[in-house]
C-alpha cells in the first residue's frame, strides 16, 4: 500500500515540479543569490548593471526569484525612494503628557502652550471643560514642528514593558496651530502582548504628511502604557540614494542632431552632456522606445556648459533632471545652433531599484533575467515589511541578497523571441481561403452555359 501511495504522489508532484523548471526556461539566464542570513522570511535585492542590460520588458517585469524546485517566489519591485525599500530615517521628537479627560470633553481641550520662536513647544497646561474630572484618562501632544516642512511618514511610540497584556485604540489628531484639530484615525490599535516567549507590538501611527503637532487620545477611557519617547519616521533623504551614470557615445549625428542607444533597461532619471573641449551649447534631449515612433521631448532647452581650466580641471553644468524615469532605449540630443562642432557625450544617470522577495522552499535562491513571454505578478510584500517593522522595530527591514559569480544559461537569447501570434496567422489564412472558396465558386457559375427553354 505505502507503495502505491509513494507512486501516487510521485506522479502528481513530478508534473508540478516540471511545469515550475518549464516556467522558469522561459528567461535568458538566472544569476545564483547570496544572503546574508538563511533565517530570514524576506530578502531585498539591489538591481545591478548587469540586470537591468539583460531584461527585455519595458517595465522590468521579466525579472524574478526562483527557488530550488523552480517555484517563482512573491516578489515586488521597489524604488529606490520608496520607504520600503531601505531602513528609515528617524529622528527623536519632544512630547508631553496630557492631563485625564473623559470622553466628553477630552474634543473641548483648550492646550495653553509655551512655544519659542520656531514654534517649537516648550511648556503645556490645559485649561479643562466644567465636564472633566469624572473619569480619568490619558493622552499626549507630539510636537512634530522641529521637523519644520519634511514629510513625516509615522511616528513611533516606545513604551515601558508591560506587565499587563495591552489591547486599545487611540484617536489620533494632527494640527499645524494647536488650535484646528484634523482627525487622521479615530481608532488606532495599540497593542503589546506576549505568550511563549513572542510579542506582538503595534505602536506605530502613520501620517504620511507634513504635520507640526499630533494629539493621540484614549478611546473609551483606556488605559494607555507610560511613554518612554517618540520616534518620527521620515522618508529616506534623496542625497543618500547612490546615482549611476552610463556614459554613451553618438551612433548617429548630422545637422546639430546626435542619437545615442542605451544597452539596458536603467529607471533614466537624470541626464548630463560632456564634451572633449570647452564648449556653450544649448540643448534638448528627446527618447523613444521604438524605432519607428516619434520622438518624445523629455527636457526643455537648456544649456550646457564645459570649461577646461588650469591644472587639468574641468567645470562644467549641472545635470537636468527628467520629470520621472524612463526606460527608453533610444535618445536624442538637438543642439542649438546646429552648426556647433562638439559631439557630446550623453550620460544617463538612475538610482538603482530593488527587489524585495518572500522566501519559500529549499535554497538556493535565484534570479532569472531576460524574457519576451514571462510577466512577474507583483505581491503585497510591504503590507508583510509594514507588519514586520511593527514587531521588530522600525529599523527592521529585508535581509540583504546579492548577486554571487557567473549567470547561468537557462532558455539564451530564444527567450527574447516574441512567440508567434498563431492565432493571427489562422484567421488570416480562413480569410484567404474565404475569398479563394468564393472566387472558384463565381468562376463556376460564369464557365456554366444557359440551358434553352424548351418550346
Known sequence: MK???GLLLALLVAPAAAHAQEHRQQYVEQWPLSLSSAQSGAYRI????????RAWSAQLADVQVYNAAG???PSALLAPDQPLAQPP??????WFVLPPLDARSRNDLQLLTERDSDGRVRRVEARLGASAGATRSAGWLIDASVLGQQPLAAVVLDWDTQEQPLQATVQVDASDDLRSWQQIDAALPLVDLQRAGKRLLQRRIGVDRSVRYLRVLPNQDQALPVLRGVLAEL???AATIPWEWVALQPVKQGGGSFEFTVDGRYPVSRLDVS???NSLVQWTAFSRDDPAADWQRRTAPWVAYQLQAGGGSAQQSAPQSLSGPTRDRYWKLVAEPATTTAVPTLRV???PEVLVFLSQGAAPYALAVGSATAVRQEAPVGVLIDDLRQRNGPAWQPTLARLEGAPEPLAGEAALQAPRDWKRWLLWALLVLGVLVVGWLALSVLRQH???DKE
Not at 539591489?46 to 542590460?53: A, S
Open 3 to 5: 507503495t502505491w501511495t
Open 46 to 53: 539591489p538591481l545591478e548593471p548587469q540586470i537591468y542590460r
Open 71 to 73: 517555484q517563482a517566489l
Open 89 to 94: 530615517v528617524q529622528r527623536e521628537l519632544p
Open 235 to 237: 522618508p529616506p533623504a
Open 275 to 277: 564634451t572633449r573641449d
Open 349 to 351: 544617470g538612475y538610482q
Open 450 to 452: 444557359p440551358v434553352a
